[in-house]
């Protein structure tokens, strides 16, 4: 399949950098004002084109950029660093069409907070009802310091992974307690569901998972992002949602920072997809060291409804989110099989009982009687 990503085009080529905004690579001072203003500018003006030069900036109150409604367009990071302290995307492009984002690192602020730690099983009482567990990377652990999940390392070469580990998570578990310096004491309300527990096991334990994402994608046409550093985020590095089409990851990394000694990147997925309309390209990356999948694509199916009338069904266990039906979406129905069945109607109105997880669609026209409930809409 060819799926051909078509580039800017400009009539006439203008250029303006982020600091003729106030934006300064100058310690630690926050550029998110700087940035939006250039953002915006460039979008009311119909500039082609946002440098960067070459640094490390901070942005620490909030205010990430978010890029909405440009076209014709290319941002430059000219191989800066963008740092975040704050739970909020980090970066924010949605209803751009025909635009580039290239040449820039994005991180999470480890000095503010460590989004996961290596934990080491340092005893397991006999009664199994506790374990303690060793932070060496701590002389003494913070006052807050969630345990959200628990991930096997191999304890030999602290990598991700190990034979017959087990994942869980720290909601099951009771409470922790600091016993001094670096380690923590971890009751277990259900000893046996945790027999596997064995001193000198490694973890990492994340503090985030869901917080925050790195890089969020909403409703673009026609995007490249091409030689994109993620070095940590306190959620998924790359999220694409909504009427997303026709975009490329071109030579994107999620990495450890060099010279450090994390032990994840993004806490979350490295590219989770969701509601996708397909015609992407995923090409020369490198995703590591990140808390979930690498690669998570949802669709936005749902099977099998229970007719109301002639126009009108209801769904069970949809979503709004995953399944955002609007007035005026075409609906697709198939096979059980996935098979064509050579239907599709626009929707006209659409009920939500989010608390059951159903909705009603009307359609605008009527649904043919030999429809098969089990069929398959998409």
């Known amino acids: 399949m060819d799926i051909e990503i078509t580039s800017p085009s400009w009539k006439e080529y203008k250029k303006v950098s982020v600091t003729e905004f106030g934006a300064r690579a100058e310690g630690k001072r926050c550029n998110g004002a700087a940035f939006q203003r250039a953002i915006e500018y460039c979008k009311s003006e119909g500039i082609s084109e946002l440098t960067v030069p070459k640094g490390v900036y901070y942005f620490r109150d909030g205010n990430h950029p978010t890029f909405d409604g440009l076209s014709d367009f290319r941002f430059d990071g000219g191989d800066s660093e963008f740092i975040f302290s704050t739970l909020k995307a980090f970066v924010d492009i949605r209803n751009c069409e025909r635009v580039e984002f290239r040449h820039f690192a994005v ?63 720290g909601i099951h578990l009771g409470k922790a307690c600091a016993m001094g310096g670096n380690v923590v004491r971890v009751e277990l309300p259900r000893p046996e569901s945790y027999r596997f527990l064995k001193q000198d096991q490694a973890y990492i334990v994340r503090h985030y998972v869901y917080d925050a994402n790195a890089i969020e994608l909403h409703g673009n046409a026609h995007l490249t992002l091409s030689n994109v550093t993620i070095y940590s985020a306190p959620g998924h590095a790359f999220i694409s949602t909504g009427d997303q089409h026709h975009w490329k990851l071109e030579r994107c990394r999620i990495v450890k920072r060099p010279g450090t000694t994390r032990c994840i990147t ?113």
């Open 107 to 169: 991180d999470w602020d480890w000095e503010v907070k460590q989004l996961a730690s290596i934990g080491l099983v340092r005893g397991v009482a006999e009664d199994g009802t506790s374990f303690d567990l060793v932070f060496p990377e701590y002389d003494t652990v913070p006052e807050e310091f969630p345990l959200r999940t628990f991930n096997p390392m191999n304890p030999a070469t602290l990598t991700p992974g190990c034979e017959l580990g087990h994942e869980f998570n």
């Open 266 to 378: 993004a806490t979350a997925d490295g590219c989770h997809i969701s509601n996708s309309q397909g015609y992407f390209i995923i090409d020369r990356c490198d995703f590591s060291y990140n808390g979930d999948d690498c690669l998570n694509i949802h669709d936005n199916s749902v099977q099998g409804f229970r007719r109301i009338d002639d126009k009108t069904i209801r769904l069970s266990r949809v979503q709004r989110w995953r399944n955002p039906f609007c007035p005026g979406d075409l609906v697709e129905f198939r096979h059980a099989d996935l098979s064509p069945a050579g239907i599709a109607a626009n929707v006209a109105a659409v009920s939500w009982d989010e608390g059951r997880e159903q909705c009603e669609l009307e359609f605008a026209s009527e649904l043919p009687a030999e429809l098969n409930d089990r069929s398959i809409l998409f």
